[in-house]
Nanobody, 123 residues
């Protein structure tokens, strides 16, 4: 399976911004739709945003539309999540993985979940 390493999280005040990065190993990154997911304490992991292989299609969960932007650089095997206007309810551990954009779910069996990156938004 592809190894994934997330970074860029931190502690930020409400209204602030963060940019997350996710680096993938292997040669199949450019052929895979990618997604960001998050898991808040006591909750299940949920889909946040997804991007197609070429980057021309993006999808977002309703709660982040207009605030978050997903992008990718296939030459660097990296996917990004620019998060603006952060809210306390965005507090979670953020992960990336291969994604199925139509169902907004993880592409099982492609990537191993990384350690994630913690995002904490204070009010």
């Amino acid at each position: 399976q592809v190894q994934l390493v997330e970074s860029g999280g931190g502690l930020v005040q409400a209204g602030g911004s963060l940019r997350l990065s996710c680096a993938a190993s292997g040669r199949t990154f450019s052929s895979r739709n990618m997604g960001w997911f998050r898991q808040a304490p006591g909750k299940e992991r949920e889909f946040v945003a997804g991007i197609s292989r070429s980057g021309d299609i993006t999808v977002y969960t309703d709660s982040v539309k207009g605030r978050f932007t997903i992008s990718r650089d296939n030459s660097k095997n990296t996917v990004y999540l620019q998060m603006n206007s952060l809210k306390p309810e965005d507090t979670a551990v953020y992960y990336c993985n291969g994604a199925l954009l139509a169902s907004r779910t993880v592409a099982d069996g492609w990537g191993s979940w990384g350690q994630g990156t913690q995002v904490t938004v204070s009010s």
